[in-house]
């Protein structure tokens, strides 16, 4: 009985969907796949059949007539549900599928075997074998067929992932040309090595030429109170620690801006400086808008203190926090910050007797002073021989706004407060219209416009900011309702109405609102408005609401900017992580793809098929194809996150073309291009001499892929008027038309050649491009359709050394080692790009270490004992590549397992002697496992690999730190990996 399966026929057919297969023109990989299964199972056909929901599609087919079947009914249906796989002996006697007679005119089917392609679990489809006549089926080819469907399972994964990683990276890169940040790194004497494109958007400035320029080249520290982060700076650079918003002035294109400055100290692993690496960005307008502000704030201060009425606010705790000059005169308090709360005040001046009225009532009247608050009417009270009116206003944070005005002496009648004669109202009422008067002066003097209603008239008071604010002159604006609420924006002006409307009605607190306004050039400038009732009727229903507009338009745009930087901060950690996690989804089945292929292309033999040999070297190319795919993005994002490190030297470019020419010798010969050789000279360059080897062998490469039969290659150095030399790389190929030119550098982009016979990702010039850029260098392309391509690389020139150069051995090739006398030192062997040394005395290899390796002063096993191999994987797949790769060489001894508790448990019961672990492992990392397996006894210097699908530079680093002495990258190359297990195994049997 079949299981019932743990996903829902929906989402089997939305994957099947998503890995965009139905309906498309076969892969190479699965073309080569059947014909292989055809020929390895001796059937007469063979297909991989996609099963959609009423149909099968014959993705890849070898003999079959169609592409196209019915689902019901069929056997490729009946398969989905047999993880190990359906045989029919005899479909005409077989009741399930009974197809009538060949006789008949029906199907002359007999035999079917098939196997479900699982992807993430679920069955997408089979590959099937099926012929004519009954077949002898063998558990071997059973065994043939599960592994010719695991190959086919994980091609079709490795489509699925790759089709999501386009995808995304299509996503993450358009969501980050967001943001208004420009990146930079400089060297270790402060010289600019590196600015982002970004910067031109935001400057106007061109990025290349910034190269070589310092800080003290390029800004002017400002003379106001920004000059102390610019102190601050300095002094943080003296000190090589990390500075932020530093702020200084520069010249643009543009006008003069200023610029805040934030950066971080880079060091290497000797803990060496190496320079810092940063943002700047324009924050022109944010000054500007913080000093209006402040402008602002000294000029309401100052409107403060031109009151005649005493000023002063408290926030929600009572606490003092602005008072004008007659307030502070009147209660003695002159220093704010060291003033009691407004509560403690009032019991003070209780205590002292200042309040007549309290007399003898102490609390009574503390009591009554703190609920003045929010009173309809002014209340009158004596302070020493002084009458006040007093009023205090909440506001809407909590804060309370307390105004006294001083009122002429009127006799005991008035200083009770019983009564107010005509005289006193006047006199107040006069007050209290010149207070207003100096509040609307000091709110324009501000920059706020000021509007005036008095409610249910249709007539309201604009001031002339107000007006002006909008673009408009006095004159132009009359005093009708409607010049306001017509210019809000439509989209906004029935929630402000709405508003509005129902806060006349109730009066409770404060309106304030922010929306957009029309101005007379015709766009909308953003308002902040703010209103209160200042006078009611005698039911208490609001009778005058006054009220502000301020220019918050600044504001706005400071914000949208703010939240733009956060989205492209954002947009990049996004991208960098799912780089990072698409790398090694990817390359997890890609692995097994390129491992399985390298072991069917190992035991073909001589007497195999030529053109099985031709599918396996299929498979192999196409997987080559992906994995260089994956590099070249991966080395995009490094380029444009500015973390691809560049290290400028003294290099001879001689030395660098000709190594060029020799690596490239052999694939000019194998498309029959003849290569032309520079004249001999003794130049020297600026540069990074790996990264120009690969600039250099890129763009050869090109040359020769993309060249008519029989064509040429010549390469050129010239010297530049400007100390620089250009190296030319002319082709005779068919040559590109200006459109073709326009869309080069667009990533993925091949100019229609996505079908040719020439493999490429269509992000190689863009690297190229980028790395001569990170080395002060340009790249010019000029192309005649039908003539051919010359390309050329201009970088700056150097002297030549007066006596031999001494060369870096952490980034020397090894023909450079070898010009310069040195010994090559050892490396990871998964970074030595395929150059293999031997173990020096001074510095011993991992084989080495094993041949030396004793216990009691006795060497710790037998000559012809196998070398014991534990690989911690918890990948079935990638474990049963390892043991297959593994299996034909007696001299290495493997053990598998699944975690690391159960790597510590075989450890413990056969020592190992070299440990390979995977990054990633349930429960405990590889980095967690080593450390526990290095507390075992005899396990202390046992060599141990890394073998995982992440592939950054960081990555890498981190496992040398962590002790690996070796790292191989997935898909591994199984060549490079038994090598080096085989050279272990011989050097732990020599004699130490």
């Known amino acids: 009985m079949t299981a019932a399966p743990h996903f829902t026929e929906a989402e089997r057919l939305s994957l099947l969907a998503a890995t965009r297969l139905l309906d498309a023109d076969p892969p190479p990989a699965l073309d080569a796949l059947v014909r292989m299964a055809a020929r390895l199972t001796g059937c007469l056909m063979a297909a991989v059949n996609l099963v959609d929901a009423h149909r099968l599609f014959a993705l890849a087919r070898h003999n079959l007539p169609q592409r196209h079947f019915s689902r019901e009914g069929s056997m490729c249906d009946a398969t989905l549900l047999h993880p190990q796989g359906l045989v029919v002996q005899d479909i005409h006697t077989d009741e399930r599928f009974h197809l009538g007679s060949a006789q008949d005119g029906e199907s002359p089917l007999r035999f079917y075997a098939g196997m479900p392609l699982m992807v993430e679990g679920m069955p997408l489809g089979t590959i099937c074998v099926i012929d004519v006549c009954n077949r002898d089926w063998t558990p071997d080819l059973q065994s043939v067929l599960a592994d010719l469907a695991l190959t086919a399972s994980t091609l079709i994964a490795a489509q699925l992932a790759a089709s999501r990683f386009r995808k995304q990276e299509a996503r993450i890169r358009t969501a980050s040309l967001a943001g208004s940040d420009w990146l930079w790194e400089t060297d270790s004497q402060g010289r600019i090595q590196w600015v982002s494109s970004s910067l031109l958007q935001h400057t106007g400035l061109d990025p290349v030429a910034e190269i070589g320029l310092s800080a003290r080249d390029i800004y002017t520290p400002r003379n106001d109170d920004t000059r102390a982060s610019w102190d601050r700076y300095m002094a943080a650079r003296h000190r090589r620690e990390p500075f932020i918003d530093a702020v200084a002035d520069r010249v643009t294109p543009r006008g003069r801006i200023a610029v805040s400055i934030s950066g971080t100290p880079v060091f290497n692993q000797q803990g060496q400086f190496m320079g810092y690496r940063g943002a700047s960005r324009n924050v022109t307008r944010q000054l500007e808008l913080e000093h209006r502000v402040r402008h ?11 009151f005649q009425a005493g000023v002063m606010i408290s926030d929600p705790q009572g606490r003092i926090v602005l008072a004008n000059r007659h307030w502070r005169s009147r209660t003695g308090v002159h220093v704010l910050e060291d003033a009691p709360s407004w509560p403690e005040l009032v019991r003070q001046m209780i205590q002292e007797g200042r309040y007549p009225e309290a007399i003898g009532r102490e609390e009574e009247f503390f009591r009554w002073r703190m609920e003045v608050v929010d009173q309809d009417q002014p209340v009158t009270l004596r302070v020493n021989d002084a009458l006040f009116q007093c009023r205090d206003q909440r506001l809407p944070d909590g804060s309370v706004v307390h105004f006294s005005t001083r009122l002429p002496d009127g006799g005991d009648q008035a200083a009770t407060g019983a009564a107010q004669d005509s005289q006193v109202r006047q006199v107040t009422a006069e007050k209290l219209r010149a207070s207003e008067e100096r509040w609307k002066f000091a709110l324009e003097g501000a920059g706020d416009g000021v509007w005036d209603w008095q409610v249910g008239y249709p007539q309201v008071f604009y001031s002339p900011r107000w007006k002006s604010m909008l673009g408009h002159d006095e004159a132009e604006v009359s005093d009708r309702a409607e010049e306001w609420f017509d210019r809000i924006h439509p989209r906004e002006r029935d ?65 949208r900017v703010l939240r733009e930087k956060q989205t492209a901060e954002a947009a990049s950690r996004a991208k960098s992580e799912f780089l990072s996690r698409m790398s090694h989804e990817i390359r997890t089945p890609l692995n097994a793809v390129r491992g399985f292929a390298q072991l069917l292309d190992q035991r073909l033999d001589k007497h195999t098929p030529g053109d099985l040999s031709d599918y396996v070297r299929q498979i192999l190319a196409s997987s080559e194809l992906l994995s260089d795919l994956v590099n070249d993005v991966l080395d995009l994002q490094q380029i444009e996150a500015g973390a691809m490190p560049v290290h400028r030297d003294l290099v001879p470019l001689g030395d660098v073309v000709s190594q060029c020419i020799s690596m490239m010798t052999p694939l ?38 993309y060249n008519r039969p029989h064509g040429s290659v010549e390469l050129d150095v010239a010297a530049q008027p400007d100390s620089s030399l250009t190296v030319g790389i002319k082709d005779t190929g068919m040559g590109m038309s200006p459109d073709q030119l326009a869309r080069l550098f667009q ?152 975690d690391g508790q159960a790597a510590l448990t075989v450890a413990r019961e056969h020592r190992p002697e070299v440990l390979v672990i995977d990054a990633h492992l349930p429960g405990m990392t590889g980095f967690e496992v080593l450390r526990a397996l290095r507390t075992l006894p005899g396990l202390g210097d046992v060599p141990a690999y890394m073998c995982s699908a992440d592939a950054l530079p960081e990555d890498i680093a ?22 080096e297990l085989c050279r272990l195994a011989q050097g732990h049997n020599v004699a130490p």
């Open 495 to 559: 929630r402000i109405v709405q508003a509005f409307t129902r806060y006349c009605e109730e009066g409770q607190g404060i309106f304030q609102a922010e929306f957009r306004m029309l101005h007379q050039q015709g766009h909308y400038v953003w308002i902040l408005c703010r209103g209160t009732v200042v006078r009611r009727d005698d039911l208490g229903q609001p009778m005058r609401v006054v009220g502000t507009h301020s220019d918050i338009t600044r504001l706005k745009q400071a914000e």
């Open 747 to 898: 990533p993925f982009e091949r100019l229609g050649r996505d079908t040719s016979p020439i493999e490429g990702s269509g992000l190689g010039l863009i690297i190229t491009r980028s790395l001569l850029e990170s080395m002060g260098g340009r790249l010019e392309i000029r192309s005649q359709p039908g003539v051919g391509t010359t390309v050329s690389i201009t970088l700056p020139e150097a002297p030549a050394p007066s006596a031999p150069a001494i060369i870096g051995l952490d980034r020397a090739t090894p023909a450079a080692i070898e010009a310069s006398g040195r010994e090559p030192c050892p490396a990871l062997p998964s970074q030595a790009d395929h150059c293999h040394g031997g173990p020096s005395a001074s510095d011993p290899s991992p084989a080495s270490q094993l041949a030396t390796t004793t216990q009691g002063g006795t060497p710790l096993r037998a000559e012809d004992d196998p070398l014991r191999v534990m690989y911690v994987e918890d990948n079935r797949i990638n474990a049963l590549l390892f043991e297959e790769a593994l299996r034909p060489y007696p001299e290495l001894l493997l053990e598998v397992a699944e």
């Open 296 to 306: 602002h704030d000294l000029l309401l201060r100052q409107a403060f203190d031109t």
């Open 958 to 979: 981190k496992a040398q730190r962590e002790g690996f002495v070796g790292y191989w990258t997935k898909p591994i190359d199984i060549v490079q990996v038994t090598t």
């Open 668 to 705: 000019a010969s194998q498309n029959q291009i003849e290569l032309i050789a520079p004249a001999a000279g003794t130049w020297h360059v600026w540069s990074d001499r790996r990264r120009l080897q690969q600039v250099l062998c890129n763009l050869v490469s090109n040359a020769i892929k």
